[in-house]
């Protein structure tokens, strides 16, 4: 039996939003549920009665009612909420006329680039006006794309609500991507006009990235206008400026086009660590009420809270942290290293905002831990209520650092999703149970399940991770993706009416669960399927190693195979730990999680959300050349596949089968 951190108090029920959802569901709809699992259990059976409350309980303001809340019930090609229409950034920015609402902050932007800038949802609103106009002066109109290469910051966030006002589709990279990475993703989209900054601070460097936007823009040959967003000493030539798009002050409130719930409202691109990113696209409507659902039911955001999370602009979690504006909470921006100009800068930038919620990597909680760091004690911490963490599994013992830090003051909310479906498929709440190393379990809305290679469901041992119910924020389909083929490939093919998301995971009895890693990276040896979750869950717990990757390289013959492990540190490797890594693993897990080979590397490639890339090392080792496998601009370190690179060549390129010891 897994070890319980924390249990949902009293007073959950009259101080959380889940607990005024539970009250307005008795009130309105005369429906009780006495806990978690049984709302759970009603809100992925009951489609058209929950996600109708969800719409009626955050009155989404429709300018065409709908006529149901579910059509077409059956996956892909379910169809919400027929013949409305509504527009997500009117929802962000909130109601017009509201003296209190224009006063209350929406955006509070630390950068290592110039000094803060907080605006008011007031003051949101009248540069969205502005920005829209001048949007329309170039000639943006519905269904037009928009897309930005710009960091996070306030002036990001006003081109994506003006651009969805108008009805146009947003897409957006981070400028520290290289140009053969953001031309993959933007060309796809033959978008009409590019806003982009000249450069950056990060940290202490300054990078100057005039020649990348040069390239970017000679090769979008759709863009009519490039936009210049001034941030740093450099300027874009031949560019309209941020204040000429902003200039002219535009008449009465912010317009917004109503568009139907399917209406394209954003694009988010995979990876791209195996060939072109596939562009995802994204709904005004399902979006709109997955992160009203999330952001408040989940996260417990509310009026006067406020969301710090640290995100680039081209990771989906950037376009939740936008969305804690739809519940009136205000939102924490951060551009630069955030651990400059050291590890605690987190935790000093939540104490001066006064975040309620604050995300965090997995990985950036263990750094504190090995550092020794308190941020209770060392922090003001007093407003945060909720501790978020994705990207990765975290292991068990950094749930009970956590509680060691903060007690069950703070709900560690630890969680799943993904960009395909843009929020979390398995996480925490207020009204859930907190275990050691464990989610707590499926969202609400989300019919989450293991399932086997046949397509049976699986309590209690691994199985591929599936949804066998729609949800509103699947995407509408993939950009160019014309008859849907390429869409059903990528999560019907394996499970025809099911989506198959590519995670493995292992369900308890009671519904809390453990990801063991992506299904394309589990490690097959002799039959058994391990995950790669629990290896790095024991290995880095060891103080002489700080990350690691597992990779299996399968026997063409049907044996064990060779399962190899790479290990970074600050202590050299030699026989000595390679007994230490190899006898831990066997008593912490099985003989068969016994490595053939152990070697050290000076960093472990990951993509920038920080997810490790067991599978382009794989087929590096395999043979394959870096180039082939992943682009050096979705890396955190360009240069962290060489070392992998000269290993394979060691090796030749091919599998060498091993054995379990």
């Given at each position: 039996?897994?070890?319980?951190?924390?249990?949902?108090?009293?007073?959950?029920?009259?101080?959380?939003?889940?607990?005024?959802?539970?009250?307005?569901?008795?009130?309105?709809?005369?429906?009780?549920?006495?806990?978690?699992?049984?709302?759970?259990?009603?809100?992925?059976?009951?489609?058209?009665?929950?996600?109708?409350?969800?719409?009626?309980?955050?009155?989404?303001?429709?300018?065409?009612?709908?006529?149901?809340?579910?059509?077409?019930?059956?996956?892909?090609?379910?169809?919400?909420?027929?013949?409305?229409?509504?527009?997500?950034?009117?929802?962000?920015?909130?109601?017009?006329?509201?003296?209190?609402?224009?006063?209350?902050?929406?955006?509070?932007?630390?950068?290592?680039?110039?000094?803060?800038?907080?605006?008011?949802?007031?003051?949101l609103r009248d540069q969205v006006a502005r920005a829209r106009a001048g949007l329309l002066r170039l000639g943006v109109r519905k269904g037009d794309r928009v897309v930005a290469y710009l960091p996070n910051i306030p002036e990001t966030l006003v081109a994506f609500l003006a651009t969805a006002s108008i009805g146009a589709v947003w897409a957006a990279c981070a400028p520290e991507f290289g140009p053969r990475s953001v031309v993959d993703r933007f060309a796809q989209l033959e978008p009409k006009v590019l806003l982009t900054v000249a450069g950056y601070h990060y940290g202490q460097r300054d990078v100057d990235r005039r020649t990348e936007v040069a390239e970017i823009a000679a090769q979008l040959p759709t863009v009519e206008r490039v936009v210049h967003v001034p941030y740093g000493p450099?300027?874009?030539?031949?560019?309209?400026?941020?204040?000429?798009?902003?200039?002219?002050?535009?008449?009465?409130?912010?317009?917004?086009?109503p568009v139907p719930f399917d209406h394209p409202l954003f694009v988010l691109f995979s990876s791209g660590t195996t060939g072109i990113p596939k562009a995802i696209v994204h709904r005004h409507g399902g979006i709109l009420l997955e992160h009203l659902k999330n952001n408040a039911l989940s996260w417990d955001l509310k009026p006067g809270d406020r969301m710090l999370w640290f995100s680039t602009t081209a990771w989906m979690l950037w376009n939740t942290l936008v969305s804690a504006l739809l519940v009136r909470a205000s939102i924490v921006m951060i551009d630069g290293n955030p651990v400059h100009p050291e590890l605690r800068e987190q935790w000093r930038i939540a104490e001066e905002t006064g975040a309620t919620l604050m995300g965090v990597s997995p990985g950036y909680l263990m750094a504190c831990r090995k550092a020794g760091v308190r941020p209770a004690e060392e922090f003001d911490l007093?407003?945060?209520?909720?501790?978020?963490?994705?990207?990765?599994?975290?292991?068990?013992?950094?749930?009970?650092?956590?509680?060691?830090?903060?007690?069950?003051?703070?709900?560690?909310?630890?969680?799943?999703?993904?960009?395909?479906?843009?929020?979390?498929?398995?996480?925490?709440?207020?009204?859930?149970?907190?275990?050691?190393?464990?989610?707590?379990?499926?969202?609400?809305?989300?019919?989450?399940?293991?399932?086997?290679?046949?397509?049976?469901?699986?309590?209690?041992?691994?199985?591929?991770?599936?949804?066998?119910?729609?949800?509103?924020?699947?995407?509408?389909?993939?950009?160019?993706?014309?008859d849907g083929s390429r869409y059903r490939a990528a999560y019907f093919e394996e499970y025809p009416g099911v989506w198959r998301h590519g995670d493995w995971v292992r369900f308890a009895p009671e519904g809390h669960c453990v990801v063991a890693g992506r299904s394309d990276a589990t490690l097959n040896r002799g039959g058994v399927r391990l995950g790669t979750a629990e290896f790095y869950a024991v290995v880095e717990d060891l103080p002489e190693v700080d990350d690691s990757l597992v990779v299996h390289i399968e026997d063409p013959e049907g044996g064990n195979g060779e399962l190899l492990l790479f290990v970074a540190g600050p202590a050299g490797l030699d026989d000595a730990l390679r007994t230490k890594i190899a006898r831990t693993l066997r008593s912490a897990l099985s003989p068969r999680h016994v490595p053939d080979v152990i070697e050290r590397v000076p960093a472990v490639p990951r993509n920038r959300t920080g997810k490790k890339l067991e599978v382009p090392v794989k087929r590096i080792l395999l043979g394959a050349a870096a180039e082939s496998v992943a682009s050096t601009d979705v890396l955190a370190d360009p240069r962290s596949l060489d070392t992998f690179v000269a290993y394979a060549a060691t090796r030749g390129g091919t599998a060498r089968p091993g054995s379990a010891s």
């Open positions: 039996m897994s070890e319980i951190l924390s249990t949902p108090g009293p007073q959950v029920r009259d101080e959380s939003e889940i607990g005024r959802y539970l009250r307005w569901l008795e009130s309105e709809r005369q429906l009780s549920f006495p806990d978690y699992d049984s709302l759970w259990q009603w809100s992925v059976t009951d489609l058209e009665g929950f996600w109708s409350s969800v719409w009626e309980f955050f009155d989404v303001r429709p300018h065409t009612p709908p006529t149901a809340a579910l059509g077409r019930r059956s996956m892909p090609d379910t169809e919400w909420f027929p013949g409305a229409t509504l527009n997500y950034a009117e929802h962000a920015l909130g109601r017009e006329g509201s003296a209190e609402d224009a006063a209350a902050v929406a955006v509070v932007a630390h950068s290592q680039t110039r000094a803060p800038v907080e605006l008011t949802f007031g003051e450099h300027t874009v030539p031949d560019s309209l400026g941020w204040a000429e798009l902003l200039a002219e002050p535009a008449p009465g409130p912010v317009p917004f086009e007093s407003r945060l209520r909720q501790l978020g963490a994705a990207g990765s599994p975290l292991a068990a013992d950094g749930f009970r650092w956590v509680a060691e830090q903060f007690g069950d003051r703070v709900l560690l909310n630890v969680g799943c999703g993904g960009t395909d479906v843009c929020t979390g498929i398995l996480q925490g709440s207020p009204l859930q149970t907190v275990r050691a190393g464990e989610i707590s379990g499926p969202c609400l809305g989300v019919a989450a399940y293991a399932y086997d290679g046949e397509g049976k469901r699986v309590v209690g041992e691994l199985g591929e991770l599936v949804i066998t119910e729609p949800m509103p924020s699947m995407p509408v389909g993939f950009w160019g993706d014309t």
